[in-house]
Every structure is written in structure tokens, then in C-alpha cells.
């Protein structure tokens, strides 16, 4: 019973390298999320996936890209990492909008960039 | 202004007492309101679900809603060390697929 599943754990990049958080869910559920959460600021989010095959800018989209690979897949590409983009990395899923689904989260990616 | 407001606390507290957590907003749309209990280096888990007004409880756990005020409450009875962790409120208005956060407060509880 897995829930929504992150990879990486932790991950320390240079300014200008590039990477992939991954996340996976196995509760059938329609919409993914990613948020960064930092001290004093709360969880803040970046892009989310009502669906398969859509993708939307959340409150903080610059500088990341998303893609939906499948309904159980959603990852987070950080093209040219950034000192501003320290922060810890979290996964969402949920049923969708309907009635106010509520999220479940995975466990973070815990990202420095020096 | 936010649209979602909450004390980062810390709030410390004894074991055994009643702690209530507390946060405002704006948005007079948000009928979804949930509270999700943070511990340290893990992801948030909902532990409240609220739908409009009113009162749910569960267990030591009550969510209070005033929608009049634009004020939500969590109470927490006979707390427990087991308890200290960062809570945030969330809520979101009906056919979104956002919910707004509050920044979190965080409660320790001491034996």
C-alpha cells in the first residue's frame, strides 16, 4: 500500500545542472500535483494534472516543466537548476476536483542546488 | 494579504492540554476545509475533512468552521507528545482544483 511514491529522497546539484523528480501513485486517482514547500512560505504550487494528457501552471511554474507520462506518472524537470530552487519538493495525488478531493502526499525530495 | 492566514507558532504545550489551532481567510468561495497534521521530514497527511459550516470530530480531533467569521478552528483534547507536529489548514472552493495552505503551525508538546 504504497501511496504516492517520490524518487529521489535528497539530491544536492550545481547551478546550471539539470534533473527529474519522479513521483508515482497506485490510487487510481485523476489529478498529480507538485508543490515546494519553504520555511515561512507554506506549500506553494508549482504545476498540476487535472487529468492524463493535461498539465497546468500552478503559482510558481518558472523554471520547471512537467510532464503527465500516464495516469500513475507525473514527473518534475528542473532544466538549469537554480540556488532559488533549495527546497523541499512535494508530490500530490487526488480524485480531482469533485467535492473537494483531498490530497495525499508523498514523502518530499529534499533538493539543494549550490 | 494572503489569501489563507495562519500563526507559524511554535505553540508549546504540557501533555494533557487542550490546544487550539486557528486559521483565517478571505475567499468567501472556499467551502472544502481540511486539516493536514506535518511531522518532521515527512509529507503532510489530511487528519480533518470538513464540508461548509459547522463541527466534525474525530476522536481527540474537532474542526470548527465559522463561515460567517471566515475562521476555522482544529482543537486537539488531553494532547500528546505523539501530537507535536506542524499543522496546516487548507481549503478550496467547489469545482477548483486548487486548495490554498496556510504556512503551517508548529505545536510541540512536551511530557
Known amino acids: 500500500n504504497a501511496g504516492v511514491t517520490q524518487t529521489p529522497k535528497f539530491q544536492v546539484l550545481k547551478t546550471g545542472q539539470s534533473m527529474t523528480l519522479q513521483c508515482a501513485q497506485d490510487?487510481?486517482?485523476?489529478?498529480m500535483y507538485w508543490y515546494r514547500q519553504d520555511p515561512g512560505m507554506g506549500l506553494r504550487l508549482i504545476y498540476y494534472s487535472a487529468s492524463e494528457g493535461t498539465t497546468d501552471k500552478g503559482e510558481v511554474p518558472n523554471g520547471y516543466n512537467v510532464s503527465r507520462l500516464n495516469k500513475r506518472e507525473f514527473s518534475l524537470r528542473l532544466e538549469s537548476a537554480a540556488p532559488s530552487q533549495t527546497s523541499v519538493y512535494f508530490c500530490?495525488?487526488?480524485?480531482?476536483?469533485?467535492?473537494?478531493?483531498?490530497?495525499?502526499f508523498g514523502n518530499g525530495t529534499r533538493l539543494t542546488v549550490t | 494579504q494572503k489569501e489563507v492566514e495562519q500563526d507559524p507558532g511554535p505553540l508549546s504545550v504540557p501533555e494533557g492540554a487542550i490546544v487550539s489551532l486557528n486559521c483565517t481567510y478571505s475567499n468567501s468561495a472556499f467551502q472544502y476545509f481540511m486539516w493536514y497534521r506535518q511531522y518532521s521530514r515527512k509529507g503532510p497527511e489530511l487528519l480533518m475533512y470538513t464540508y461548509s459550516s459547522g463541527n466534525k470530530e474525530d476522536g481527540r480531533f474537532t474542526a470548527q468552521v465559522d463561515k460567517s467569521s471566515k475562521y476555522i478552528s482544529l482543537f486537539i483534547r488531553d494532547s500528546q507528545p505523539s501530537d507535536s507536529a506542524t499543522y496546516l489548514c487548507?481549503?478550496?472552493?467547489?469545482?477548483?482544483?486548487?486548495?490554498?495552505f496556510g504556512t503551517g503551525t508548529r505545536l510541540q508538546v512536551f511530557p
Open positions: 487548507a481549503m478550496s472552493a467547489q469545482n477548483t482544483d486548487k486548495l490554498i
Open positions: 500530490a495525488s487526488s480524485f480531482g476536483t469533485v467535492n473537494g478531493s483531498p490530497l495525499h
Open positions: 490510487m487510481n486517482h485523476n489529478s
